[in-house]
C-alpha cells in the first residue's frame, strides 16, 4: 500500500477537506498531475476540472474546483481553490436551471458590463456541468 500524506483542500468559503491520503490526481494549469506520498515539492495554477482524492480509509471523494494554485511539499498537499463543491453535493437538473437562467441573463444584459459578467458566469456554469459529465 502506498504511504500516506497530509491533504487539504481550501475555499475561500471554508476548509472542505483535511485528511491523510494515499493520492491526490489535480486538474492543474498545464494538465492533470498525481501526488503521491514523497513528492518532489512542486506549485501549479488550477484549470476548472475534478480533483479525485484516494483517501486511506478506502473511499475516493471527488469535487469540481475553480482556479487557485496547488502545493505539494514535504508536509503533504494543499490546494487553495477559488471556488471547489463535492461532486456528490451537484444535482443535474439544479445545474441545467441555472444555465438556463444564465443564458436569459446574458441575452437580456443591457450593456456591455453586465452581458461580460453574465458570460462568465454561464461558461463557469457550463464547466461545472461538463465536470459532472465527465465522472
Known sequence: MAGAFQFELVSPERLLLSEEATMVVVPGAEGEFGIMAGHAPMMSTLRPGVLRVSGTAGGDQ?????????????????????????????????????IKDAEEDVTDAGDDATREKAAVHLAQLRDVQAALAAV
Open 62 to 98: 471527488v469535487y469540481y474546483v475553480r482556479g487557485g494554485f496547488a502545493e505539494a511539499g514535504p508536509k503533504g498537499l494543499t490546494v487553495l481553490a477559488e471556488h471547489a463543491i463535492a461532486l456528490n453535493d451537484l444535482k443535474a437538473d439544479d445545474l441545467a436551471r441555472q
